[in-house]
Nanobody, 118 residues
Framework: QVQLVESGGGLVQAGGSMRLSCAAS????????MGWFRQAPGKEREFVAS???????NYADTVKGRFTISRDNAKNTVYLQMNSLKPEDTAVYYC????????????WGQGTQVTVSS
């Protein structure tokens, strides 16, 4: 069993930056793909970014060039650096790990709120 705990959310002005962290516990996740999803009010949950155990990355088109995902396997932690934030980035951000297939993951964090003011 893996537990995921996100941190780093909050309120930021449009154009600003924020870094989210997600610490995994229960077992090492160094070989698992880790990633981030988000869900805005009234919208479906959507994929944001992922990083494989070999550090291959994948991004949604909406965040490409603005967000960067990285991981520190020694700390069992994944990060999401978010730059040039827009009001439409406002959402609850969820950390995930152990991809089952496609965009389906086995373990999810509880989420952290990111609010971007205009």
């Amino acid at each position: 069993q893996v537990q995921l705990v996100e941190s780093g959310g909050g309120l930021v002005q449009a154009g600003g930056s924020m870094r989210l962290s997600c610490a995994a516990s229960g077992r090492t996740v160094s070989t698992y793909t880790m990633g981030w999803f988000r869900q805005a009010p009234g919208k479906e949950r959507e994929f944001v970014a992922s990083i494989s155990g070999s550090h291959d990355t994948n991004y949604a088109d909406t965040v490409k060039g603005r967000f960067t995902i990285s991981r520190d396997n020694a700390k069992n932690t994944v990060y999401l650096q978010m730059n040039s934030l827009k009001p439409e980035d406002t959402a609850v951000y969820y950390c995930v790990t152990r991809r089952i297939s496609g965009y389906e993951y086995r373990y999810w964090g509880q989420g952290t709120q990111v609010t971007v003011s205009s």
